[in-house]
């Protein structure tokens, strides 16, 4: 059988060195960077997780965080205007 994914709106924030603020009050504190790391890290529903500069951070739809792989990401959602 095959099934297709629900077009479920979701919201994410790529994960850039200059916006760890807003990543982090856009997680409500689940994310993590440690200065001079090359890497962050965000709790998620199965523990912790690492993530990289690139990737995505994306709020799940029952409020959970997780990160996302951009060409993963890129070839899964689009932007949609509000």
Do not use: W
């Amino acid at each position: 059988m095959k099934y297709v994914k629900k077009p479920i709106p979701i919201e994410a924030i790529q994960i850039k060195r200059d916006n760890i603020p807003e990543l982090i009050k856009f997680s409500h504190g689940d994310f993590e960077y440690i200065d001079g790391s090359s890497y962050c890290m965000v709790n998620t529903l199965e523990g912790t997780m690492r993530c990289h500069f690139g990737d995505y951070l994306v709020k799940g739809i029952h409020g959970e965080f997780y990160a996302c792989k951009k060409e993963v990401f890129e070839e899964s959602y689009e932007l949609v205007e509000e």
